[in-house]
């Protein structure tokens, strides 16, 4: 198996690390594992990718590469320029913090799963919360570590794939405890943190320019029944199935009866 590995913490990543150790059980011996990953942190970033300006990238060592850009710039890099066959899985991560409820929407990590997607090809992104549990581990991504190979290995044997316009691809998320606390596995719908929606701090810096930094609230609440969050902060890794199609579909039919 061909794997091809980005994120949007940067090429230097702890999380990266924990990444290719898992794409190198699952790819096995006689497979291949290409790292191409941001040069620079791309967090919050989401789908973006760079029409404005070219993206240079540079070979770091064997199959490994960074690129100045996005993580959708790095998976659109390694599938046309860079591996010489597109790969058979995209992996992404593991995501320094979740990728739960509305941070879904934000995520450089769910950005190159997506990619992947609409260029046809299984695409993966795993993210490791983190909470009270696990912040003092020695390594945070514990959980991530010792259960994101056997994830990622049911969800190629498991999971559902299609080759409809807008293909699924899964986002993975490890819950804030120690790796032995891990209750299991919940499939689970994307929740949304009522209070969590971001915000702005604004300070004035020491010349007197106003600046704006970006800002959550508590990560360690529950979505509701059934949802990505809320599986989580109570033990579990959830397995989120997701499209690039933004269409409500409950809704079109209903508004094509008020408007046409």
């Known amino acids: 198996m061909r794997i091809l590995l980005t994120n949007d913490d940067g090429i230097n990543a702890e999380g990266l690390k924990v990444l290719e150790a898992i794409a190198a059980e699952i790819a096995g011996p006689e497979g291949e594992v290409w790292v191409v990953a941001p040069a620079f942190e791309q967090s919050g970033v989401a789908h973006a990718t760079s029409h404005a300006h070219p993206t240079m990238i540079a070979e770091l060592g064997p199959r490994r590469w960074a690129a100045e850009g996005s993580p959708a710039d790095c998976v659109l890099a390694g599938i046309h320029d860079i591996m010489d066959a597109p790969p058979d899985l995209v992996l992404s991560g593991v995501n320094r913090g979740n990728n739960s409820a509305e941070n879904a ?48 290995r049911r969800l190629l044997e498991e999971g559902i794939w299609d080759d409809a316009p807008y293909r699924l691809f899964y986002n993975v998320n490890f ?31 020491p010349n007197g320019r106003r600046y704006l930094w970006m800002k959550g609230s508590s990560q360690q609440v529950e979505t509701g029944p059934g949802t990505d969050a809320t599986a989580n902060v109570r033990g579990y890794i959830s397995v989120t199935p997701m499209r690039a199609d933004f269409t409500d579909h409950e809704v079109l039919a209903r508004l094509k009866e008020r408007l046409e």
């Open 105 to 152: 929407a934000y995520s450089g990590t769910l950005g190159a799963a997506m990619e992947a997607a609409l260029q046809g090809i299984r695409g993966i992104a795993l993210s490791q919360y983190l909470g009270p549990r696990n912040l003092s581990l020695a390594n945070r991504f514990e959980a991530a570590a010792v259960h994101g190979p056997r994830v990622v």
């Open 175 to 205: 819950p804030p405890l120690p790796a032995a606390e891990v209750k299991g596995i919940r499939v689970a719908a994307q929740g949304m943190r009522r209070l969590g929606a971001h915000q702005v701090e604004p300070v004035v810096s």
